[in-house]
């Protein structure tokens, strides 16, 4: 409901008001650093806390039963869900209904949630078609962060979601003479979407961040950007490079305003791009921040450092994902370098030592 926003080099908060249908700001005179963070952390749950109390009656919702449809959008609009997010939390609540038959929230019980596992394993549709296990992992997910907030709120006693597990599939990555061909053709055709491309490729950026950024969040003195994570509402810190701060320098640097003023909907040169190269495999602009990823796992970097910079709260998301590459790099080294051994000294003790036996240790 609420994002962190640095202005300068102190932070603020913003809001939207829903009553007023503009967006607040308010200015804390909090130092950008991880002191001033903490503290504007909790200012912004204390400004969320009184949005929820202003924009809805609890006592009003429990007395008259909140209807699962209704839980999931006041879900959604709280925690302030991206579009998609949005979906997903809708499509889950839909399968929900339809296998347990229940309208409120509090009518749920653990076998209804049973029922939903069960639902799931089951063969749906005419076409006979199952739900992937990544589906099925989504809506449960989904169904499970919904509820937990539910009973943090007491609109429920107990969260009864079954956790399904998903598939962890393998990362695809752009390879670099399909990427330098693009950022090729881009610089001499198309010069804007050239720089947005490059940023993705030298920050891993996630694509909303990137579009959200503005030149205000880079601080030239500190060496850091400041930059807002859309999706989870919260800022995170990259350090402004050289390559970077030369790339910003080649755009020309401004003292406000967006860094790119591109739509969603503008990207869609990303697209046309690799349809005129004529490339055989079709990437997403999300692949430039798995690349990205990757790169620094088989570089050599720390995951927690890979996590750090790629903006994952849980390093567990990094390991699953990343680190099998990193294994297989040290098991190269491993494999590749010559590791002595050591033989104890023959001295004046007692019982006797197989030669052999130690070599083979």
Same mark, same amino acid.
């Given at each position: ?12 908060? $913003? ?6 249908? @503009? ?8 130092? &950008? ?8 952390? =909790? ?26 449809? *209704? ?41 209804? %949630? ?9 063969? +749906? ?15 449960? $997910? ?19 979601? +079954?956790?399904?597990?998903? *598939? ?12 330098? =061909? ?7 055709? &198309?010069?804007?979407?050239?720089? %947005?491309?490059?940023?993705? *490729? ?11 950024? @503005? ?22 810190? %990259?350090?402004? @490079? ?26 869609? %040169?990303?697209? $046309? ?39 994952? $709260? ?11 590459? &990193?294994?297989? !790099? ?5 494999? &590749? =370098? ?6 104890? =000294? ?8 197989? !030669? ?6």
């Amino acid at each position: 409901m609420a994002s962190i926003i640095v202005r300068g080099n102190k932070l603020s908060l $913003r809001y939207y008001d829903k009553q007023t249908g @503009t967006k607040q700001t308010i200015a804390l005179h909090l130092p &950008n650093n991880r002191a001033g963070m903490r503290e504007a952390t =909790q200012q912004k749950k204390l400004i969320e806390a009184n949005l929820l109390d202003k924009y809805y009656s609890t006592d009003k919702i429990i007395k008259n039963k909140l209807s699962i449809d *209704e839980a999931a959008a006041l879900f959604s609009e709280v925690k302030k869900h991206s579009k998609s997010t949005v979906t997903g939390t809708n499509l889950a609540v839909k399968h929900l209904k339809i296998a347990t038959k229940k309208e409120y929230v509090t009518d749920l019980t653990q076998a209804d %949630f049973q029922k939903f596992s069960l639902y799931l394993s089951k063969v +749906i549709g005419g076409n006979g078609k199952k739900f992937s296990p990544n589906t099925k992992s989504i809506y449960s $997910r989904s169904l499970s962060n919904m509820f937990t907030w539910l009973k943090a709120g007491k609109y429920v006693n107990e969260n009864h979601v +079954i956790s399904e597990k998903g *598939e962890v599939k393998q990362i695809e990555t752009i390879p670099e003479v399909e990427i330098e =061909q693009i950022k090729n053709y881009l610089y001499m055709n &198309n010069k804007n979407a050239y720089y %947005f491309i490059r940023i993705l *490729e030298l920050t891993g950026l996630r694509k909303s961040s990137a579009l959200a950024l @503005t030149w205000e969040q880079i601080d030239y003195e500190t060496e850091i950007i400041s930059i807002e994570n859309v999706k989870k509402n919260r800022t995170f810190i %990259f350090p402004l @490079t050289k390559e970077i701060l030369s790339l910003l320098e080649e755009m020309g640097i401004k003292k406000e305003g967006k860094v790119f003023a591109y739509s969603k909907d503008g990207l869609k %040169f990303w697209d $046309r791009v690799q349809k005129r190269l004529g490339l055989q495999k079709k990437y997403g602009l999300h692949q430039i921040r798995k690349t990205f990823i990757s790169k620094l796992a088989n570089s050599g970097v720390s995951l927690y450092d890979v996590a750090t910079l790629a903006d994952h $709260r849980n390093i567990q998301t990094t390991f699953k994902y990343y680190a099998k590459s &990193n294994i297989s !790099r040290l098991k190269d080294v491993l494999d &590749n =370098q010559t590791v002595p051994q050591t033989v104890p =000294q023959m001295g004046n003790t007692k019982g006797s030592y197989n !030669r052999n036996a130690i070599n083979k240790v």
